[in-house]
C-alpha cells in the first residue's frame, strides 16, 4: 500500500538560539499533553513532530530560556 | 514489545483534576498504602487544567450559598435528572474544598474584607469564585503530590481495565507512549479520573485537535468503564458549548458577564437572560444562529477600557491563554469588536453536562473496586471544583474497601488479548493512517450524532460507525505515539455508538439542545422521568436500560421546576 506525506505549517516555533536541548534540556517535550515535540538529533534542537497542538502554551510558559513561541494552527486562524 | 509488571494498592488512572487529589487523600488517609497516579501526558501539565483555571463556576461559600440552594439549582438546570445525594456529596464538601487550596497557594479573588468574591452567573442563585491568578493551579496541586508521596508514572496510556473474580477491579493495562512497552497494573482499587470524550464530534475548523475539551481526553475511560462492565448514564445528554468561532475555546461568560458582558444577535438584541451553560441555554443560542438572528456575538465594547484591560488579564493569561494571540491575529479588540460566537461539537462530559460513568454518593460505579471522578463520572456540572470533591471523596472510599482485602485474582487471558489488540496496528505491515480513521468517524459523529437528533440519521450513523469498526483491523501504527493514536480511535468510536444507543433510547426531549430529538417534542415525565444507562449486554453489545430517579432530598416546587426554561427575553431586549 503506498501513502502520501501530507504537508503542516508548524505551529509551535522554537529559537534555535535560545534552545538548549542539545545541553539535554527537556522541559518542553516533557510537558506538552499531545506529546508532539522531540529532539531533532541533527541539530541538538527540538521540533514539532506531530500535527496534534492543542494551542494550549505549558511548552512556551515551561521553556527555562524562553525559546518557544506558539502560534494558532492555520486552520483555526 | 517488554512487559513491565506492578502493583499498587490504589491505582488513579488520569492525573488532571480529580486524580490528583484522589491520589493525595488517599495517602492522607492511609499514608502506608503504595498509591500510583498513571498519566498519558505528564501530571504537572495534563488535564482540561493544564494551564489553570479562570474561575471556580460553583462555589458554595456561607452567605452567599448553602447546599441546598445549589442542589436545587443543578436539579432545575438538569431538568431533573439528578442523583440529588451525588450532587450534595460535593455540595457539603464545595467550602472546605475551596478553604483547604486556599491554604495550599490556589488564589481565589477576595473583596476588600479578606471575603470570598463570589459573583452571580447562574440563572438562579451566586456560585461564581473568579480565580484571576489561577494558572499556576497544577503546580500548587503538584507540590502536594509530592509532599504526600504519590508515586507518578507519566505516558502511560491506559487501554482497558483488568477485571477480576467478582466482576471486581483488579488493576488495568497500559501502553507507554515513548517507549512502546505494555504495562500490567494489578491494583486492589482502580479509580478512573480519566476527563471527557472531548474528541467526539470534529470542530468546524476541521482540526482533529481544535478541540473545546483537552485533546488527550479522548473518551478512553468512558470505553474502559464500559468493558469492565460499568454502567453509564445520561450519554444522550450531550456535552455542547458557545465557544469563540474557529477558536473553539470559551469566551468566557462567566468571568465576562460579572464585569457586564453579555451574548448578543446580529442585531445586537439580548436574547438570553442567563449565560450559564445549561442545554436549555444552549438551545436558545442554537435558534439564534440557525433562525435568522445570527451570527451571535459576546458584547464587551460596551465596557470601560479599565474593565476590559481586567478581563484580557484574565481571560489571556489563564485556562486558555493563546485566546489573547487568536483576537490579535484576526484584529479584533473587546473595546471596538464583537467576538464571534458559535456552538462546538458534541463531546460526552458529566462535569459540564451529565454524561459519564455513573457513581454514586461514594464515587463507587457499578462495578466493585472501580470508582469514577470527575468529568468521566456523571455527576451533573460538576466543574473543577467537583472534580476535585468527587476525587477527595473516590480516594478516601478506596482506602476503605481495600482495607482487608487482597488483589482480586483475574484470568491471565484477558492480558494476552489485550496485548494482541494494542500492538496490532504496529506488527501490520501497511493500513490506515490512525489521524485519518478518526477524522471520518468525526465527521460521522458532526452528520449523524449533532443536534437536532433524528432517528433515521442515527440510525444511519450507527451503520457508518459499524462500517468503521470492520476498519479497525486495518489500522496501521509506525511507532507507538502512532499507537496510542490508534487505541483512541478505538474509544472514541465506542464513545460515538453509545451516545447514539443513549439518544435512540430516550425518546422525548430534554436538556434543551443536548437532547432535542425533532419527532419527540418536548419533556415526556410520564414515560422519562428517569436516568438511561448503558452497559455492555451479554451479547457484547450496549445494553440500554431506565433506572429510577432516587427521592429527592430537597423538593422542588412546580413554580420552580421550569425555571431554566424561561431563559429567553419575551422582547427583544437592546441595551
Redesign the interface.
Same mark, same amino acid.
Given at each position: 500500500?503506498s501513502?502520501i506525506v501530507n504537508q503542516s505549517v508548524v505551529s509551535v516555533i522554537v529559537d534555535h538560539d535560545k534552545c538548549i536541548a542539545g545541553k539535554g534540556c527537556r522541559v518542553c517535550i516533557?510537558?506538552?499533553?499531545?506529546?508532539i515535540l522531540a529532539l531533532d538529533p541533527q541539530d541538538g534542537k527540538v521540533k514539532m513532530v506531530?500535527?496534534?497542538?492543542?494551542?494550549?502554551?505549558?511548552c512556551e510558559?515551561?521553556c527555562p530560556t524562553k525559546a518557544i513561541h506558539?502560534?494558532?494552527?492555520y486552520?483555526?486562524? | 514489545m517488554e512487559t513491565r509488571h506492578i502493583d499498587a494498592d490504589i491505582l488513579v488512572i488520569g492525573g488532571g483534576t480529580a486524580g490528583p487529589i484522589a491520589a493525595i487523600k488517599a495517602k492522607a488517609k492511609n499514608p502506608q498504602l503504595k498509591v500510583l497516579l498513571l498519566d498519558k501526558?505528564?501530571v504537572? !501539565?495534563?488535564g482540561a487544567i493544564?494551564?489553570g483555571m479562570d474561575s471556580v463556576n460553583n462555589a458554595i461559600v456561607p452567605g452567599y450559598a448553602t447546599p441546598e440552594q445549589y442542589v436545587k439549582e443543578i436539579t432545575i438546570a438538569n431538568d431533573g435528572i439528578v442523583n440529588q445525594a451525588a450532587i450534595n456529596a460535593y455540595a457539603v464538601r464545595s467550602y472546605a474544598m475551596i478553604r483547604e487550596l486556599d491554604e495550599w497557594g490556589v488564589k481565589f479573588e477576595k473583596d476588600e474584607t479578606g471575603d470570598y468574591a463570589v459573583k452571580k452567573v447562574h440563572h438562579l442563585g451566586a456560585y461564581v469564585l473568579p480565580m484571576p491568578e489561577g494558572y499556576d493551579v497544577k503546580k500548587v496541586i503538584f507540590r502536594q503530590l509530592r509532599k504526600h508521596g504519590v508515586q507518578v508514572s507519566?505516558?502511560l496510556v491506559t487501554t482497558r481495565l483488568l477485571v477480576g473474580e467478582g466482576g471486581r477491579a483488579a488493576g488495568a493495562m497500559a501502553l507507554d507512549? !515513548?517507549s512502546g512497552e505494555f504495562a500490567v497494573i494489578r491494583a486492589r482499587a482502580v479509580v478512573l479520573c480519566t476527563g471527557a470524550a472531548g474528541r467526539l464530534g470534529l470542530p468546524s475548523?476541521?482540526?482533529?485537535?481544535?478541540?473545546y475539551e483537552?485533546?488527550?481526553n479522548a473518551g478512553d475511560g468512558y470505553s474502559m468503564a464500559y468493558h469492565a462492565g460499568a454502567e453509564l448514564s445520561g450519554l444522550e445528554c450531550f456535552q455542547i458549548n458557545p465557544l469563540i468561532k474557529?477558536?473553539?475555546g470559551p469566551a468566557c461568560a462567566y468571568v465576562t458577564g460579572p464585569f457586564g458582558g453579555y451574548t448578543v444577535n446580529a442585531k445586537g438584541e439580548r436574547f438570553i437572560k442567563s449565560d450559564y451553560w445549561s442545554g436549555q441555554m444552549m438551545l436558545e443560542f442554537w435558534r439564534e444562529l440557525e433562525g435568522g438572528n445570527g451570527p451571535v456575538f459576546l458584547k464587551l465594547d460596551h465596557l470601560a477600557d479599565e474593565t476590559v484591560t481586567r478581563i484580557e488579564n484574565v481571560l489571556h493569561v489563564t485556562e486558555?491563554?493563546?485566546r489573547g494571540?487568536?483576537h490579535e491575529? !484576526?484584529g479584533t479588540d473587546y473595546r471596538s469588536d464583537l467576538v464571534e460566537m458559535h456552538i462546538s461539537e458534541i463531546g460526552l462530559c458529566g462535569g459540564h453536562s451529565a454524561s459519564g460513568v455513573w457513581v454514586d454518593e461514594h464515587a463507587r460505579t457499578t462495578v466493585p473496586g472501580l470508582y469514577a471522578a470527575g468529568d468521566l463520572c456523571n455527576v451533573a456540572h460538576n466543574y473543577m471544583l467537583g472534580a476535585m470533591v468527587y476525587g477527595q471523596i473516590a480516594g478516601e472510599d478506596a482506602v476503605d474497601f481495600i482495607a482487608g482485602r487482597d488483589f482480586a485474582a483475574f484470568d491471565a487471558a484477558q492480558v494476552e488479548r489485550e496485548r494482541e489488540r494494542v500492538f496490532a496496528p504496529l506488527l501490520r505491515e501497511?493500513?490506515l493512517?490512525p489521524t485519518q480513521v478518526e477524522y471520518k468517524l468525526r465527521r460521522m459523529v458532526n452528520d449523524y450524532l449533532q443536534p437536532p437528533k433524528v432517528t433515521r440519521k442515527m440510525e444511519i450513523g450507527l451503520q457508518r460507525f459499524a462500517e468503521i469498526r470492520a476498519d479497525l483491523g486495518r489500522l496501521k501504527a509506525n511507532n507507538p505515539?502512532e499507537l496510542?493514536r490508534a487505541m483512541e480511535v478505538y474509544a472514541i468510536l465506542d464513545c460515538a455508538e453509545l451516545a447514539a444507543a443513549a439518544s435512540l433510547y430516550r425518546t422525548e426531549s430534554r436538556w434543551g439542545l443536548y437532547h432535542y430529538r425533532v419527532e419527540y417534542e418536548g419533556r415526556n415525565d410520564a414515560d422519562w422521568f428517569a436516568f438511561v444507562q448503558v452497559r455492555k449486554g451479554a451479547d457484547g453489545r450496549p445494553e440500554c436500560f431506565k433506572r429510577e430517579v432516587p427521592p429527592y432530598l430537597y423538593p422542588i416546587d412546580a413554580a420552580e421546576r421550569d425555571a431554566y426554561d424561561r431563559l429567553r427575553f419575551e422582547q427583544p431586549a437592546t441595551v
Open positions: 500500500m501513502v516533557d510537558v506538552c499533553p499531545t506529546d506531530y500535527d496534534e497542538c492543542w494551542y494550549c502554551l505549558p510558559h515551561d506558539v502560534e494558532i494552527p486552520l483555526l486562524r | 501526558a505528564n504537572k !501539565r495534563a493544564a494551564e507519566n505516558r507512549s !515513548r475548523s476541521g482540526y482533529l485537535f481544535g478541540t483537552n485533546p488527550t474557529d477558536y473553539n486558555r491563554p493563546t494571540r487568536f491575529g !484576526r501497511d493500513g493512517a505515539h496510542m
